[in-house]
């Protein structure tokens, strides 16, 4: 699909796009920003709750929704997109009710191994499938200025409900959860106001839902495992802690992950969005590429060896002064995740590279090993050692799969210019 050439298009284009950055830049500043306070009134436990209840969230909603969601925006007409919503919604539906009766089954079965906060999933899966619907509803219509705010409206909530239990209920320890479950269904609300009642019908014709499903079947057998994958590669780390260590451990390593990887990420990602169009426009006027990486490279590895240089070093003593001397050893575990996650950083705006060059074979087999085998490395690291060590041995490995990455980035580059010299 090419980028718009239109002027009128071209400057909705950047606008559209700059509302979704600032959105999320401004609800994560709302969180990351609030997170000094939150963790004087709640303990890491509660915030290893937090993180296993959103990696399982982010993994049960691909699941409930079969990626159809992504199919809302194809269809030129509306009626059509209006049997995608509902088959979407649908489908998540019945999964909520199946994994509602599984975790009463569990309950009985297991006890408190099931715990309290998983019996909100089934609620927060629905809400997450008709926020997504009604995003996808805005890029039907172009126009994401209040899918934007929604996300802001959002973090408003999560975090005054979370203050709120706080303040209220000492040692709560779901009240993150129910505040992030709140700030979900506040920013559904807010972003689907109209959109349902535009699409309402008196009921529900099955054999429509069915041919939708048909006609659209590719993304369930195509478009979920690949997303599935990319999910569990960035949501499978507070699975491994919990196996191995403690929900303490895990609201540590959530800690960390919030004030290290999510704005290292955002940033990248920014990055990799310009570092990308740039790039093809340059294959297309038939310019040398592999300078351009080169200077991108530098500029990554300049911007982020001093933030990261000075993290390994003073990182313990930061988070305990921010967040209090409960958070200690989250400070402990940014030290080790810090290697790793700079070479992410540095890495992140070469992965299209693969695509535009060709090589999209050797892109897919690189990007899956530096997702897989670092959450290997985790869990090996795990066994033998303790959760600081474990993280060491991730980090380790992460950082020579991502320099391997840019490495082949970089070739694929210079294949490109000997075979369009």
């Excluded at 070093?313 to 080790?336: K, S």
């Amino acid at each position: 699909m090419s980028l718009p050439t239109s002027p009128v298009r071209g400057s909705r284009f950047r606008s559209n796009i700059v509302r979704i950055a600032t959105g999320t830049m401004a609800s994560q500043v709302i969180v990351i920003g609030s997170t000094p306070l939150l963790t004087r009134l709640f303990g890491p436990e509660a915030f290893g709750a937090l993180a296993l209840f959103t990696a399982l969230n982010a993994l049960l909603v691909g699941l409930s929704t079969l990626k159809y969601d992504l199919s809302i925006i194809l269809p030129a007409d509306d009626g059509e997109a209006t049997q995608l919503t509902r088959l979407t919604l649908t489908s998540s539906a019945l999964f909520a009710l199946l994994l509602m009766l599984g975790l009463v089954l569990g309950r009985c079965l297991l006890g408190p191994k099931v715990h309290p906060f998983y019996f909100l999933l089934p609620l927060s899966i629905l809400l997450a499938a008709a926020y997504t619907c009604s995003q996808q509803w805005a890029a039907r219509g172009n126009d994401y200025r209040r899918f934007s705010h929604s996300a802001v409206i959002g973090a408003i909530v999560n975090v005054a409900v979370a203050f709120a239990i706080g303040l209220t209920m000492r040692d709560a320890l779901y009240g993150l959860v129910v505040g992030w479950v709140s700030g979900l269904a506040a920013s559904f609300a807010y972003a689907s106001a109209g959109q349902w009642r535009k699409s309402a019908s008196k009921y529900h014709d099955w054999r429509k839902l069915w041919s939708a499903a048909h006609a659209h079947r590719r993304f369930p057998y195509f478009v979920l495992p690949s997303s599935l994958a990319q999910t569990l590669g960035s949501s499978a780390q507070p699975f491994i802690l919990q196996a191995l260590f403690s929900l303490r451990d895990v609201g540590h390593y959530a800690i960390a992950n919030r004030f290290m990887l999510v704005p290292s990420t955002l940033v990248g990602s920014a990055i990799a969005e310009a570092f990308r169009a740039e790039f093809v426009d340059r294959m297309k006027r038939g310019e040398a590429v592999s300078q351009f990486f080169r200077a991108t490279l530098s500029k990554m590895v300049l911007m982020g060896l001093p933030v990261f240089l000075l993290l390994m070093l003073t990182a313990p003593v930061l988070f305990e002064t921010a967040f209090g001397a409960d958070y200690l050893e989250a400070g402990i575990l940014a030290r080790y995740l810090a290697a790793g996650v700079l070479a992410q950083f540095a890495a992140q705006p070469f992965a299209y590279v693969f695509v535009a060059t060709g090589h999209v074979r050797r892109g897919l087999a690189i990007q899956f090993a530096t997702t897989a085998l670092p959450l290997l490395a985790l869990a090996y690291g795990g066994l033998h050692a303790d959760v600081a060590m474990a993280f060491g041995v991730a980090s380790g490995v992460s950082f020579v799969l991502s320099i391997l990455l840019v490495a082949m980035a970089y070739e694929a580059c210079r294949s490109w210019e000997a075979a369009h010299a």
